[in-house]
């Protein structure tokens, strides 16, 4: 057995159980300084009881610990990135793969029965196949599922929400690094789909960017990798063509153009549109030359402010301000937290494991569930003798015999 690699798995999946070095070695009967040197692979040798000791306590397979983690091993990634991002995008690998393992792991505590990847099946998916016309295709689909959703031709207020609820399908928003955009991570052998997005963008960007995974995994693409620099690729293009008709139809932005009574938009009335259907500016613009509402030249001297600017210039500033600090939140997929919190509550893991799904403090969100009513089950009593009870009472005096009564006899 390679120690070092052994004492990296013992660390990583102690955290994963949301368990510090103290409170493992307590319940595996080590010391905590042996289990330390352990972790960093200083110890000289490893006995396999101690190492099932240490697996029974986190209650996982002994393999987990010396062959590694099957999840994160067959874990299939593609992210949405700039060129030059390689060390990035295997930092955000990782941090995708955390989330897959511990949902893997959760198996062995709470049933989840794969119902998201079922109701998944049931929404519109195209076969590979090779891109013919890619704006079409994704305008397509986009009108598809906007039919399917009921959502007509208005804007879609939460699309996270809608995505895990009505489609089966995990988001997260986590802080990546800059040039990386989002990603869609999959576990083929347990049907699980992560589609993640960076927590570090604006929330037009953010939603742009789920509404764009949502493509990649609906055109069965999800894990091929694609830049978005240079020259775009066709599935790129594909999936562009389906988040902009599916965050901002063209007929629907047509239509709010009527009930204005605008026939030839200006820059207000546009960062408005983009607005009302939660888009950046320029996805709107774009829209706005498809219906012939604008030219390629009207549309290129509206360009270069940004949404904050819009915002500020146009009314709703303040309100931007709320939802870039609710963006900027990690948020970690809805259902992996439910069953987290479940198995939380029912002892199986520890609070920092569920803290680590947000990336809160853990004091901060053991608080905020006892709030909720959520508690652990109370620890057995550990079966010590308080040692500091027996000393009290025996330097405590002894009372002094009464002495008997007359006619009472002396025993």
Not at 52 to 72: E, S, V
Not at 367 to 373: Q, S, T
Request: glycine share 8%; aromatic share 4%; with cysteine.
């Amino acid at each position: 057995m390679h120690l070092k690699e052994i004492g990296e798995r013992v660390a990583q999946e102690r955290a994963r159980a949301g368990l510090s070095q103290r409170e493992l070695a307590v319940r595996a009967e080590l010391s905590q300084p042996t289990l330390a040197r352990i972790e960093t692979g200083e110890r000289s040798a490893l006995t396999l009881a101690e190492l099932d000791r240490i697996a029974a306590t986190l209650d996982i397979p002994l393999t987990l610990l010396t062959k590694g983690n099957p999840a994160r091993q067959r874990m299939q990634v593609a992210a949405r990135a700039s060129h030059g991002t390689e060390e990035e995008l295997r930092q955000a690998e990782g941090l995708v793969g955390e989330i897959l393992a511990l949902d893997d792991r959760l198996d062995r505590f709470v049933h989840d029965g794969h119902q998201a990847g079922r109701r998944r099946e049931a929404w519109p998916k195209r076969a590979p196949m090779r891109i013919v016309d890619a704006e079409y295709e994704g305008r397509d689909l986009a009108a598809e599922l906007r039919e399917r959703l009921g959502l007509g031709l208005g804007p879609v207020p939460d699309l996270a929400e809608l995505v895990e609820s009505a489609i089966g399908l995990d988001t997260a928003s986590l802080t990546l690094p800059q040039g990386v955009s989002g990603f869609t991570a999959i576990d083929p052998e347990r049907d699980v789909t992560i589609a993640v997005v960076n927590a570090a963008h604006v929330p037009e960007r953010q939603r742009f960017s789920l509404a764009h995974e949502l493509g990649h995994v609906l055109l069965s693409d999800g894990v091929a990798a694609h830049r978005l620099d240079g020259r775009r690729t066709q599935a790129e293009k594909r999936c562009d063509a389906f988040a902009r008709h599916l965050l901002a139809p063209a007929e629907g932005v047509r239509r709010w153009m009527e009930c204005l009574s605008i026939t030839e938009p200006a820059l207000r009335e546009c960062a408005m549109a983009a607005r009302h259907y939660g888009v950046s500016l320029p996805v709107l613009l774009i829209q706005c030359k498809e219906l012939g509402l604008l030219t390629e030249a009207q549309a290129r001297r509206m360009q270069g402010s940004t949404g904050r600017e819009l915002a500020w210039a146009y009314g709703w500033g303040p309100q931007y301000l709320v939802e870039c600090e609710t963006a900027a939140r990690v948020r970690p997929p809805r259902r992996i937290m439910e069953r987290a919190v479940e198995a939380y509550r029912a002892g199986r893991i520890g609070v920092r494991a569920v803290a680590a799904l947000s990336g809160a403090d853990p004091r901060t969100t053991e608080r905020e569930l006892d709030e909720a009513g959520i508690r652990p089950p109370q620890a057995p009593p550990s079966g010590r003798v308080d040692v500091r009870a027996l000393i009290v009472r025996r330097v405590q005096p002894r009372k002094t015999a009464k002495p008997p009564e007359d006619g009472q006899e002396q025993r």
